[in-house]
């Protein structure tokens, strides 16, 4: 048996994410993006979001594609809690 881990979960911006229809929300929030993901990963620092959007959804990311990432990298906060 191993030890079940939550995270807390942020519904009213998961709220705002979905209802998204332009990059506002990405252009405002790329510092809190981890190094890895795919809305800083290979992008230059003074890239907007709405440029990066653009280039993931040339490369063949849907819309509701990149909300559900969006939702996964903010809507969850930091490190899960044990619970035993």
Do not use: N, W, Y
Request: hydrophobic share 45%; net charge negative; with cysteine.
């Amino acid at each position: 048996m191993g030890t079940d881990v939550v995270k807390l979960f942020d519904k009213r911006l998961c709220d705002r994410v979905l209802a998204l229809s332009g990059s506002g929300l990405v252009g405002s929030r790329l510092q809190e993006f981890d190094e890895f993901s795919i809305f800083r990963f290979g992008f230059a620092p003074e890239v907007s979001g709405s440029v990066r959007l653009a280039e993931l959804v040339r490369q063949g990311l849907s819309h509701e594609g990149l909300k559900r990432e969006l939702v996964q990298e903010l809507c969850f906060a930091g490190d899960g809690m044990a619970v035993d």
